[in-house]
């Protein structure tokens, strides 16, 4: 596995591996920080195959919306997207889109837009289990009890591990290739 993402930022090339993606984020939302790790790391291996992408020339559209705390950190330490404006979190944009149904709305589908081309990623089905899905929509509501918090913390990292060990091909289906 690659464990690094390399991005230039003006003349700097910057190195930035998971671990540090999770001191960014923290490990609340750690699946989702594992998941954007490997999103980006399939977008740039699309669309700049020869060399780093440039930090400045990056967007990302994310279709978890504003739920997908994790995915959203992940990518903005990485990119800056978000606080360059070029970070789209809206859930109309990928109702029609592939991808599974996440928990609390949208779908597990991403674009990462760089230099005017994008590639769209739309997860597989089955990397969340149902029992992630009802603990995560209670998670939202307010609702879980102790127990259940703890036990969706270790789906959480379960699904974080899970999803570093595998190799982006086989988490995602390009869905829209670059131009």
């Known amino acids: 596995m690659n464990d690094r993402i390399a991005v230039r930022d003006g003349e700097d090339l910057l190195e930035i591996s998971y671990e540090d993606m999770v001191k960014y984020h923290g490990r609340f939302h750690i699946g989702g920080v594992a998941l954007a790790f490997k999103v980006l790391q399939m977008a740039f291996s699309i669309l700049t195959p020869q060399h780093p992408p440039e930090r400045d020339k990056i967007g990302f559209l994310s279709g ?6 994790g995915i959203i950190d992940g990518v ?5 997207a978000r606080s360059r404006g070029k970070m789209v979190l809206d859930l109309e944009a990928v109702r029609d889109k592939e991808g599974p149904e996440a928990p609390n709305g949208g779908r597990y589908y991403f674009e990462v837009e760089y230099d005017g081309r ?5 997860m597989k089905p089955g990397l969340t289990s149902p029992e992630f899905a009802a ?16 036990r969706l913390r270790l789906l959480r990292e379960e699904l974080a591990a899970s999803i570093l060990s595998t190799e982006p091909g ?10």
């Open 64 to 69: 978890l919306g504003a739920n997908g705390r």
């Open 118 to 122: 994008k590639v769209g990623l739309a």
């Open 135 to 150: 603990l995560s929509r209670k998670a939202k509501a307010l609702t879980l009890t102790q127990d259940e918090a703890r």
């Open 170 to 179: 086989e988490l995602f289906t390009v869905v829209r290739r670059p131009a």
């Open 76 to 80: 903005e330490m990485v990119t800056r």
